[in-house]
């Protein structure tokens, strides 16, 4: 039907051309309490949800629960002998709004280990995939293969009572947890490992088990992992993959299929995919460089050739943040601890020095900084994980603690079925010609 596609394409053209058009002229007259620009560009901005756990400053950046990332990790439990907070505590955090002790990180850790066990059905549906298929697509039909387990949905076909939604929803949201570094380990050692499988250690906290589980030994990769897990964990309820589990649980989904539709949002190039897209764009540039420790000047080369070729320099820029994303800096301070001398490593920070220069001098770029994706594939690559197409999935594992304990208080406070109001372009024409009122019912 290549004639559909060429008569679509035109419709498209010519309608594409109108709301550039009109957003140049009218862009900022307000429909109801909304900018008609903030319509047409992806509702940035507009205030339009409830999500308990955590909530971003454009200037301060991240808190979880009122707490930064550097209160976090002075405040929050550690292992012993470690010095990075356990990604359990900022779950009872998340959850609670209260600071855990380490007796209860303990008992959140034994009751996760107890919780962990995975239906021989969920391997053989992974193996049933091919093994060069993605690793995000196969950890999301992992998450899809073990909805089986769903207390939620058993229950509620039951017919419980509403006021019982978060019960099952808790312990949905538990067990998924507790699965999720067997799941994406699996995928793992299948993808890249030959499938050696290796058993989980109930002994091991979370963080550390899921280290043990993809084959990393140790202490630094085991560190790092707590840290990943920690700072990754959620980034209030308006991004993509916060905001896709909220919507999906607002039709009473269980958690299994929110957060498979999460995922499948964070799997996008200007999601999560994106700390994949920085350590390919870094391989890159050494190889057409021929080294693996350029210069300042060489890199700001590339960049500049970079952008010349209409692309854009990943890791740089955030929809929300006006300042480097305390993450990055988060990621800076463990490289600085672990390894100051990495090759890898000295080019990020390189990159850092280079690039919002040259972003800030093309007068366009609202944020020049680099975000949490900027730093994170060069400590992974320090360790022996160059396999940066599995990135995302670490990213995944980490940002389940935040959307489901938001998703819990979601069925807890009721929050009802999400259902914004939308328009068609015509519909926009023809208010902006006085003929038809656009909002409401």
């Keep these: ?77 550690k292992a012993k002998g470690g010095s990075e907070p356990l990604p359990e505590g900022l779950f009872y955090l998340l959850l609670t709004g209260e600071l855990p002790t380490e007796a209860d990180v303990a008992e959140l850790s034994k009751d996760w280990a107890k919780r962990n066990k995975i239906p021989s059905h969920v391997y053989k549906t992974l193996d049933a995939l091919p093994v060069e298929t993605h690793p995000m697509t196969q950890f999301v039909v992992g998450v899809m293969a073990l909805q089986t ?40 050692r299948r993808k890249y490992k030959g499938g050696k499988k290796i058993d989980s250690n109930p002994n091991l906290d979370w963080g550390a088990n899921f280290a043990h589980l993809l084959g990393f030994e140790g202490e630094g990769f085991t560190e790092l992992m707590r840290m990943y897990l920690t700072i990754h964990s959620d980034h209030e309820g308006g991004n993509v993959s916060a905001h896709t589990t909220h919507l999906v649980g607002s039709a009473l989904s269980d958690p299994y299929l929110c957060f498979a539709a999460g995922m499948n949002g964070l799997a996008g190039p200007l999601h999560g995919l994106a700390n994949q897209e920085v350590i390919k764009w870094i391989f890159e540039m050494q190889k057409s460089l021929g080294s693996d420790n350029p210069s300042s000047e060489q890199i700001a080369d590339y960049v500049k050739k970079t952008l010349a070729d209409g692309k854009v320099v990943p890791g740089y820029g955030h929809a929300v943040l006006r300042k480097t994303d305390p993450r990055f800096s988060a990621q800076q301070e463990f490289a600085k601890k672990h390894m100051p001398k990495d090759p890898m490593v000295n080019t990020v ?93």
Excluded at 160 to 166: F, M
Excluded at 167 to 181: K, T
Excluded at 358 to 372: E, F
């Design 149 to 188: 387990q769903s207390q939620f949905a058993k229950k509620y076909a039951e017919g419980i009572n509403k006021k019982e939604y978060w019960s099952y929803v808790y312990e949905d949201s538990m067990d998924l947890i507790a699965c999720l570094p067997e799941i994406a380990a699996y995928v793992y």
């Design 1 to 77: 039907m290549e004639k559909l596609k060429n008569l679509f394409k035109q419709k498209a053209d010519q309608l594409a051309a109108q709301n550039k058009d009109i957003l140049k002229a009218h862009g900022t007259k307000k429909i109801g309490e909304v900018q008609l620009s903030q319509i047409f560009q992806g509702m940035r901005g507009i205030t339009g949800m409830v999500y308990e756990t955590s909530l971003l400053d454009a200037n301060e950046g991240i808190r979880f629960r009122g707490f930064t990332i550097p209160e976090l990790q002075q405040k929050l439990p």
């Design 349 to 441: 920070w390189k990159i850092f020095e280079t690039v919002p220069p040259i972003l800030q001098g093309l007068g366009k770029v609202k944020n020049p900084w680099p975000n949490v994706d900027a730093h994170s594939g060069a400590l992974l690559v320090h360790y022996g994980m160059k396999e940066f197409e599995y990135y995302t999935v670490l990213f995944g594992v980490s940002r389940a603690l935040g959307v489901l304990a938001a998703g819990i208080w979601s069925r807890a406070l009721g929050l009802p079925l999400e259902r914004p109001k939308s328009v068609t372009s015509k519909n926009v024409t023809e208010w902006l010609e006085g003929k038809e009122q656009i909002w409401g019912d």
